[in-house]
């Protein structure tokens, strides 16, 4: 069984996937992605949190910037909107309307390092700039400890909302 981020590297091994192995059980995919990278730059491979590689093309379409920060610990077990409980080692954040189940890459503006993290919850609420919060381990990966930060969120696989 070949894994498509081994296999695709460039678009045309994509095109070669598709041509030359159209039963592949990879290659409905490889033909969206085929159809998603027309017009898109072609960037390393991102590997999404639910383990899918929908986003080895990846377009930079900017869906929002503003401020985040990452949840306090007091949430750690905490059940978050998607019904499961908050673990500060699991790539997750909160937004206020982006569907549950979303995949976002975050970028910190202030010092160009990204995370890619799953929609699990709601907030940040209140009266704040913040329009994300972070899981403690995303937020130490673009180098957010204390405080907050300026982010920018493109989306990378869109979840259907219910």
């Known amino acids: 069984y ?6 695709v ?4 091994d994509t095109e070669f996937l598709i041509k030359n192995y159209p039963a592949h059980p990879l290659a409905p995919q490889a033909n969206e992605l085929l ?26 379409k900017k869906f929002q910037a503003g ?7 007091k ?5 978050m909107a998607n019904g499961q409980p908050y673990s500060a080692k699991a790539y997750t954040a909160a937004h206020l309307t982006l569907p549950l189940g979303t995949e976002i890459e975050v970028k910190n503006l202030r ?13 940040p609420y209140g009266k704040t700039k913040r329009v994300l919060d ?19 969120i493109v989306i990378l696989k869109e979840a259907v909302k219910k």
């Not at 070949?2 to 296999?7: F, P, S, V």
């Not at 949430?75 to 059940?79: C, V």
Request: net charge positive; glycine share 10%; with cysteine.
């Open 2 to 7: 070949w894994k498509l981020k081994d296999t």
């Open 9 to 12: 590297k460039t678009i045309s």
């Open 35 to 60: 159809n998603f990278a027309k017009g898109a730059k072609f960037h390393k491979p991102i590997f999404l949190p639910s383990g899918g590689t929908e986003a080895i093309f990846e377009s930079k």
């Open 67 to 73: 401020q985040c920060s990452h949840y306090a610990d």
């Open 75 to 79: 949430y750690i077990g905490a059940k």
């Open 111 to 123: 010092n160009g390092k990204t995370v890619v993290v799953k929609i699990t919850d709601r907030g």
């Open 134 to 152: 972070l899981s403690h381990i995303a937020a130490r990966e673009i180098g957010l400890e204390d405080g907050v930060t300026d982010i920018e």
